[in-house]
């Protein structure tokens, strides 16, 4: 079974998990009905209960990915090697 935990990190995502079926669901959490639709923006969803239990996702705003660091350089790349090379043999560079 899929739980998914009811309050939202700060970003807006919800833990969620596959538990084996029959486990007892931790404090927090919920089942997600199999027969429920989950949208796209999974785990970006804001969770819609009737009587304790989950009815509903709606779709949220995912938020930006942060930019990815610029690749390292074939120099950096040589120059970090040099360096470990030098510690592994205690090398002094001048």
Known sequence: ???VKINANNNGSHE???LPDKSVIPKGWV???SNLDIPES???VDLVFENDKLVAMSSREVPPIDPIEEPVSPFDKLEAQVMYTA???NTEIT
Request: glycine content about 0%; proline content about 13%.
């Open 1 to 3: 079974m899929r739980v």
């Open 16 to 18: 969620n998990t596959l």
């Open 31 to 33: 089942e997600i009905p």
């Open 42 to 44: 999974f785990p970006f």
């Open 87 to 89: 510690m592994m043999t």
